[in-house]
T-cell receptor
């Protein structure tokens, strides 16, 4: 069973550039989540998909952020016009919807550094 | 705000049991207790979860008090590879916001040789 895969693992970019991250969930997991983690803090929820539908978005997800899951499989998270404060680890997780309490399984994240 | 309270750090001797406490005094009837851990530069790893009964799997045991206001994660024989930040999280299974995990600062467990 392959786990949640995220690409790239590291991204360095200049302020003002756009970046896109990809997440491939565990096969047959129809729920997908994005989180952000800054240094010394726990992960913070950004958004949630069930299949291709984006069902929840955090206030942290400003209008510069957009997430998609077009075919209900992989997902992308794009940040436009990056700012210094966007430097963080971006984590993706997935789970099944069978049962009400299925745990989320995380990938190892994409670390974004803004110069 | 996180609904749980954990000590910021703990030490445990290698080979001994590590007992990590968590207070969740405001837990409601439909909320589960989840435990995750995070090793430096990796994503959080799911360990175990429960509602009101004690649970055990190949990684750990979860003991939930009868009033469900606190729980303890037990790693029976800690190894150096168990050094990590451990997060205790409560999460409901229905309603708005129920899908997200709310992480606090967790407990930094250091396993000492």
């Amino acid at each position: 069973d392959t786990g949640v895969s995220q690409d790239p693992r590291h991204k360095i970019t200049k302020r003002g550039q756009n970046v896109t991250f990809r997440c491939d969930p565990i096969s047959e997991h129809n729920r997908l989540y994005w989180y952000r983690q800054t240094l010394g803090q726990g992960p913070e929820f950004l958004t949630y998909f069930q299949n291709e539908a984006q069902l929840e978005k955090s206030r942290l997800l400003s209008d510069r952020f957009s997430a998609e899951r077009p075919k209900g499989s992989f997902s992308t998270l794009e940040i436009q016009r990056t700012e210094q404060g966007d430097s963080a680890m971006y984590l993706c997780a997935s789970s099944t919807s069978s049962g009400s309490n299925q745990p989320q399984h995380f990938g190892d994240g994409t670390r974004l550094s803004i110069l | 705000d996180a609904k749980t309270t954990q000590p910021p750090s703990m030490d445990c001797a290698e080979g001994r049991a590590a007992n990590l406490p968590c207070n969740h005094s405001t837990i409601s009837g439909n909320e589960y207790v989840y435990w995750y851990r995070q090793i430096h530069s990796q994503g959080p790893q799911y360990i175990i979860h429960g509602l009101k009964n004690n649970e055990t799997n190949e990684m750990a045991s979860l003991i939930i008090t009868e009033d469900r206001k606190s729980s303890t994660l037990i790693l029976p024989h800690a190894t150096l590879r168990d050094t990590a930040v451990y997060y205790c999280i409560v999460r409901g299974y229905s309603g708005a916001g129920s899908y997200q995990l709310t992480f606090g600062k967790g407990t930094k467990l250091s396993v000492i040789p």
